[in-house]
T-cell receptor, first 113, second 112 residues
């Protein structure tokens, strides 16, 4: 009955590889997000999709590409991984209405070696 | 350019006492404020929120106070319990943007 689930929980890979993180929500929310928590524990938004359409795209390298096959899923593809991509990536969802809290998944810890 | 700041990285409080976590913001366009609680290896969990038209919101042991003129909000937990030990994030949004801007968190430890 997990509301926002993301896989894998841990991902260890080498520089230059391409990897994907999957996210699914069963809350019936219209809006989904990807956040990145860096080594300083700062949570920063990367992308937001509303009903499969990109609505927020912060300054993120174009090696990162979100894909939303339907409004319950938002996957994150990362090409040509770099050491600096090591972080915890959180998926979240919300109703997308004014003053709607975000509900987060448990995160994917990505380590690039 | 950090628009939401939590200047205390950690706080230790005795069980049964009051915990007060503080947060300051700089963007006057923020009109909705939230507190999230985070345990290790888990995602942030929504705790309580407040709209900018209010100055207080209470939910059980948790109360959030907003001082718009000072651009300051605080979370009060009373009485504090050991299970409250976690990292607490303050967050803010503008109603139209629907994206959260987070502070850097305060680690609360409730001791016996």
């Amino acid at each position: 009955d997990t509301a926002v689930s993301q896989t894998p929980k841990y991902l260890v890979t080498q520089m230059g590889n391409d990897k994907s993180i999957k996210c699914e929500q069963n809350l019936g929310h219209d809006t989904m997000y990807w956040y990145k928590q860096d080594s300083k524990k700062f949570l920063k938004i990367m992308f937001s999709y509303n009903n499969k359409e990109l609505i927020i795209n912060e300054t993120v390298p174009n090696r990162f590409s979100p894909k939303s096959p339907d409004k319950a899923h938002l996957n994150l593809h990362i090409n040509s991984l770099e050491l600096g991509d090591s972080a915890v990536y959180f998926c979240a969802s919300s109703l997308g209405q004014v003053n709607s809290p975000l509900h987060f998944g448990n995160g994917t810890r990505l380590t690039v070696t | 350019d950090q628009q939401v700041k939590q200047n205390s990285p950690s706080l230790s409080v005795q069980e049964g006492r009051i915990s007060i976590l503080n947060c300051d913001y700089t963007n006057s366009m923020f009109d909705y404020f939230l507190w999230y609680k985070k345990y290790p290896a888990e995602g942030p969990t929504f705790l309580i929120s407040i709209s900018s038209i209010k100055d207080k919101n209470e939910d059980g042991r948790f109360t959030v106070f907003l001082n718009k003129s000072a651009k300051h909000l605080s979370l009060h937990i009373v009485p504090s319990q050991p299970g409250d030990s976690a990292v607490y994030f303050c967050a803010a949004m503008t109603g139209t943007a629907s994206k959260l801007t987070f502070g850097t968190g305060t680690r609360l430890q409730v001791t016996l």
